[in-house]
């Protein structure tokens, strides 16, 4: 957790500092955008961090090999009696399913040698093993989903306050007495536009991000279940 605690905080701390770096160099009609632009491109950036973390972090937690591969060989292992192998496949497979069976296993293995524990017990300690290596892995797997949809919702609405703040600008400019001040009504209207541009742009982004890597979280939680499911009927044929 503090592991990621400090990689969160250093990257609010880039992106802010970056997004004020780009704020600098951007093209003068974008700077009309007003000091609400260098956060928005923070909030941006921010996005796409947790983007490319969370695509490294799923491809590696699937393991060394595809998963159907891994499943296929380590339930043949297991039907085979030879738990030393199941372990062996989870050790070069790695990843988050491969823990998760691994634990259950090296459980089952220990408890074969317990004259204490007998029948079904002998699997419902091995499946409370699964569970619990199950709950160290799922946050691990969700990790920074919460995140980007918080930074998705939060880049929309600075984007409708850097749109309202513009609209007064251009409110006040038509206000003025006698003809209205084309320049301050123009970049008004400039700052509303691009304020709700850069602010519906990061909340697209990272709302159909989100629901991409939830998709992926929820059918890789299901391969799990299955492969526990299975691992377990095929354990229950040797009480």
């Known amino acids: 957790m503090k592991k990621q605690g400090s990689f ?10 970056v997004g004020i770096g780009v704020y600098q160099v951007l093209p003068d009609f974008i ?44 339930l ?30 090296e459980q089952w293995i220990r408890i074969q040698k317990d004259s204490n524990i007998l029948g079904e017990k002998k699997l419902t300690e091995t499946q409370r093993a699964m569970d619990e290596a199950r709950l160290l892995e799922v946050p691990f797997l969700e990790r920074n989903l919460i995140g980007m949809s918080t930074i998705a919702s939060t880049s929309t609405m600075f984007g409708l306050l850097g749109t309202v703040v513009g609209m007064i600008r251009s409110f006040r400019a038509m206000a003025k007495a006698g003809s209205p001040d084309a320049a301050q009504l123009a970049l008004g209207i400039s700052e509303a536009l691009i304020n709700t541009a850069l602010g519906i742009f ?29 691992t377990l009927e095929l354990l229950k044929e040797e009480v």
């Open 8 to 17: 969160v905080l250093i990257a609010i701390v880039i992106c802010v500092v």
């Open 31 to 74: 700077k009309q955008g007003g000091v609400i632009v260098p956060v928005l491109i923070a909030l941006n950036l921010m996005t796409w961090v947790f983007v490319i973390e969370r695509v490294f972090t799923l491809n590696k937690s699937k393991g060394s090999r595809a998963m159907p591969i891994f499943f296929s060989e380590f």
């Open 202 to 230: 990061g909340g697209i982004v990272g709302i159909f991000m989100y629901n991409i890597f939830t998709t992926r979280v929820d059918n890789f939680n299901y391969s799990i279940d299955e492969a526990v499911y299975m």
């Open 76 to 105: 043949k292992a297991v039907r085979e009696k030879n738990y030393q192998q199941s372990l062996e496949l989870c050790d070069k497979q790695k990843g988050s399913a491969a823990s998760v069976l691994r634990a259950g296993m």
